[in-house]
């Protein structure tokens, strides 16, 4: 993967207006590349939960407070960053976030207590806190137009990470124990070298300088944005409610109901979460041909009966069906979030923070309420429960067709 920006999309991209401007897929490919080692590093802190759980022999509860805490950081700090930068963008911001992320690991690496776990994720919370809404913000700015293309490029590097993480537990962090976590400074690092780049990039843009006079109206009455995003934020509790049950807990629920050992089943995790990767890339460009609303149909309500087989299925087609799952489920957020931004045009950074971060404090809040329901019940029956949550998605009927929206308001004007 490259990790420096093309000297000729610096040089371009202040030359153009966003009406002509060609996407910039250096800078895409860049952001996208920072995505991965940014959620490389929070999926292998997900993947080496057993190894927490045994050192500190912690309950499921408190394996959720650890997913809560990082989540929940992130999830608060997230639509405010997005909020400011919408007036006040800071290209630089990015490595600065990126530090937060490198302390934190750091410190999870060194920790000999819970708390100190806790203070470790919170700090890792509030780098992505920093980072999802900027580098949303630069993969718009990117797109030359093909928002939803440039949100896929931009979202499978996450998920390309998510799915190495662990593996990278099962191959490093398990044999070598605790103190091998630090060896993944390397990756921060390397994400401040690239971040500093795009940081570059992203100062010379002209965006940079219309973000305080731009206003920008919706094409659509109030209640009815008000209605469509509240939609929109049922949609994406379902998908990772969803989620924090696989990324938190499908290795305990393959050791206890097939007997796998841990690294096998960090294995089938990292094939999900591989599927994932594959699904996002999808969602977008599929999105700026056929409609949004047409492929969050298909990605949230058209995954339920998958999920409903997957709590009776055997260790084999559990596999195919977790594979299935990642593929269509994936395809979901690019869409929800470039539906959004038309929802409410010139607040990328407040959406986008608003929508990362809700979906992060679902995946928090989930995995510490899963993570209770686990111990009183079973792991067992935690799926079976999340199964039914993808018919949330029968609410995709309410969401109003946006396009027609914006040739209606054109035509008004003309």
Request: glycine content about 10%; charged content about 10%; some cysteine.
């Amino acid at each position: 993967m490259q990790t420096s920006i093309d000297k000729s999309a610096l040089g371009a991209a202040p030359a153009l207006s966003p009406a002509v401007a060609r996407t910039a897929f250096s800078v895409l490919g860049a952001i996208s590349f920072a995505h991965l080692l940014n959620d490389m590093i929070q999926s292998l802190i997900l993947a080496i939960y057993p190894m927490f759980k045994s050192e500190f022999s912690l309950s499921f509860g408190q394996i959720g407070l650890i997913t809560l805490t990082y989540q929940i950081t992130a999830s608060l700090l997230q639509p405010l960053v997005g909020l400011y930068t919408d007036k006040h963008p800071k290209p630089y911001s990015l490595p600065i976030g990126m530090g937060f992320t490198l302390c934190g690991l750091l410190l999870m690496s060194m920790a000999g207590s819970f708390p100190v776990l806790l203070v470790a994720a919170a700090l890792v919370g509030c780098g992505s806190s920093i980072f999802h809404p900027e580098s949303s913000r630069v993969a718009r700015m990117a797109s030359g137009g093909r928002h939803g293309l440039a949100q896929s490029v931009f979202q499978v590097g996450g998920n390309a990470g998510s799915s190495l993480g662990p593996l990278l537990a099962a191959l490093v962090v398990m044999p070598h124990g605790q103190r091998s976590i630090a060896w993944f400074s390397a990756a921060a690092l390397l994400a401040i070298f690239v971040l500093a780049n795009i940081g570059r990039w992203y100062q010379r843009h002209p965006a940079v300088k219309k973000a305080r006079a731009s206003v920008a109206v919706s094409a659509l009455p109030r209640n009815k944005v008000v209605l469509a995003m509240t939609v929109l934020m049922l949609l994406v509790f379902s998908k990772y409610f969803y989620l924090a049950s696989i990324s938190s807990y499908f290795t305990f629920y393959l050791i206890s109901k097939f007997h796998l050992p841990v690294e096998t089943a960090q294995v089938h995790l990292f094939w999900f979460l591989a599927a994932v990767a594959v699904g996002t890339i999808v969602g977008g460009p599929v999105g700026d041909k056929i409609g949004r609303k047409v492929v969050i149909w298909v990605s949230i309500l058209g995954v339920a009966p998958f999920t409903l087989m997957l709590p009776f299925a055997n260790l084999f087609w559990t596999g195919v069906l977790s594979v299935v799952i990642g593929l269509i489920l994936a395809s979901a957020f690019s869409a929800i979030l470039v539906y959004a931004t038309e929802l409410i045009p010139g607040k990328v950074g407040m959406v986008a923070g608003l929508f990362f971060g809700f979906a992060f404090g679902m995946g928090g809040i989930g995995a510490a309420v899963l993570g209770h329901l686990a111990d009183a019940t079973s792991i067992d029956y935690v799926y079976k429960v999340c199964s039914f949550l993808p018919l949330i998605g029968v609410l995709t009927i309410l969401l109003p067709n946006t396009r027609d929206a914006k040739e209606k308001m054109v035509t008004a004007k003309a």
